[in-house]
């Protein structure tokens, strides 16, 4: 086994030098550096093509508190799987609702941008997408930060929306534009229901429809642009004769003129979609039309950040494709950025379990930090900051004010500032979820070949209970907790087999997720390592092609060597680096000093003996002359050398 690690690290140092070495770098950096206009108006999982109101912390305020109208929020992190799922559906919701925005609006923040933090903190979003209603003349206050809705289909938020609308009190709404939701009661006639706020009405719609159901608020709601006509409800069959109205149908719908004549609608379906069509049909036969877009109050737009994305940058990362299975320095950075950044501060509440967790967390991270000097000093120091928390609370607030201090006070602390092996061919896909993983593989390699602790659990278990409490992409929380316990995570028994334990875990999600919609395309998901990164890892060997079907009868001895050496920090790329002085620095660069040194030494030998050669030389001189000068002198008297007086 040690042979065979020996033999993987020498091929993989090999091919890893091979390849750096046709790294365009410069041009790497050079398009980095160009990256400051944005290419689209994307903010987020959305762009200008959808209905969906894009909020920032620079619009939120603006758009969903104290307004006439009501809101509903997408609270949602563009790395989550499930968020990227649910991304068409609520597209779809938007496009459908798009014309109650008089009376709500659909908008979305995405809580993965580090400016939302706090927007997402204060209203203790603690799961991904989340789906608030907040009415009109809103305000959060303690525990009250809109209604959920947690239904996920079209047709369910729809109908849940108009119920939490029409429950609104009319008289503190201000909107002129409001429906009137209240049901005709016996008491009304033909003549009062054009009575009232709805001046300009020429018709009443009326709809006989069975109790609780949306079908009249939905139509209401699809019609507040169409001032001539008002949409009433019906659900007492003897108010429907009144209005002759069939009562034996449960759905029905007629239009009332202010003469009192009732016209019955046939709608192609039963629907509030239906019933709209047909409104609107039987008004245009009438020349009505729908007041003017610019009618309706204009949103602020937000403020959107530049995309770091080109094309040409795209291009120069196809390199980072050839490499595939390299470990990038700047994505374990990412990592830990978006974790001390975003993910942990905008977590309300930190106490009992979650900070626990946290402590564990920052624990292992700075016992295998991948960070140089500054970033070790900022790990360090947080961990000790958090650690003193016994019991107490510790907010996402303190901890965002923390960080930002150490930050202040060692920075710079990271050497990069973008992904370079997790980039996604388009923006949102992989990124932090990528990075996320290779920072926990790569501590559980480190932690193999650290003898600090013995603890074979220590990044297993801190990894377990990060993602459970603070891992923005909720459903996979979910699933990889349910994985830990049915792998058995707790059984884990030495640190190799942590290693690849993790690894398994790893091919497990990747095989789950293989052909999802969340995948990238050029990324698609593999049974790690693929047979062109580690033919060794696969028993069959490579000329056996891998069915997707059967099980692969792996090699682990050769795995556990191949991602010893793939997530070793000799190894790991610093590729789109762009301040390499803030990291340790590698064997080769201490080699290089160390010769240097060697140089230094040997001059100095060289001086050395040229000074002592050249003392030598002045010394035997000093004694000629000497002697020359003693062999003429005359002396006036003298001993001899037993002390006799010569003459
Ligand atoms: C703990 C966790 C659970 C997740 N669960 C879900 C989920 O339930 N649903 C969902 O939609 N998304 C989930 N995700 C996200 C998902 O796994 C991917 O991270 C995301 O789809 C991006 O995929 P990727 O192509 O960048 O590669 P990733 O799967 O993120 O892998 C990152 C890198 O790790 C290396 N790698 C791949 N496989 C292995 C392996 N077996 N061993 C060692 N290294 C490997 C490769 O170099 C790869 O580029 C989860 C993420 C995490 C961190």
Redesign the pocket.
Known sequence: MVLSQLALAVLTIIELRTVSAGVPLQRYEALLKQQSAPVDESLGLYDNNDQVVKMTVSNFNETVLEQSRGSLVEFYNT????C??FAPTYKEVAQELHAWREVVIVAAIDCAAEENNGICRAYEVMGYPTLRYMGPGFQPAAKHYGQDLSSLNVKEIRSLLALLVAAENPKNITNTYWPNFNYVSENDSKVSLFEGSHSQKEYVALIHEPENSTLAIETALYLTRWPSVEVRRISDTSVANKFQLDSSKRRQLALMNRQGQVQILTATDDTSVGFKNAIETALTKEHFTPRPEKSVEPIKPAVVPPSPYTEEMKLTLDEVKRN????YQADLEQAIRTILHNEVPKVNDIGNDRLLALQRFLTVLNRYNPLGFNGRQLIGQLKDYVVQFNQQQLTGKQFEMEVQRLETLYGPIYSSTHFV??I?SSPH???F??????L??FMTVQASQNDDTSDPLEVLQA?HGY?KNF?G?T??????QAMASRRKIWSVPNKDEAILW??????E??Q??AG?A???PQ?P?????STSSCVQCYRNGADQPVVEHLAINWNKDAVLGF?KN?YNPEFVSRFGVQKELLLPATAEQLREKRQIANVFSDMDMRMGMLLYAFCIVMMVLAFKLFAFKGGYRKKPYGHDMLGKLNY
Request: aromatic fraction near 16%.
């Open positions: 790395y989550c799987g499930h990227r799922r595939k299975h390299f470990v092996g997790c996604g896909l992989r990124g979820s990528c990075s996320l993983w290779t926990f593989h990894m993602i891992f992409c459903d996979c929380a979910d699933h990889f993790l690894w398994a875990a790893h091919n999600v990747n789950r997720l999802d969340t995948e990238d990324y998901k593999i049974q790690y390592p991602l793939i």
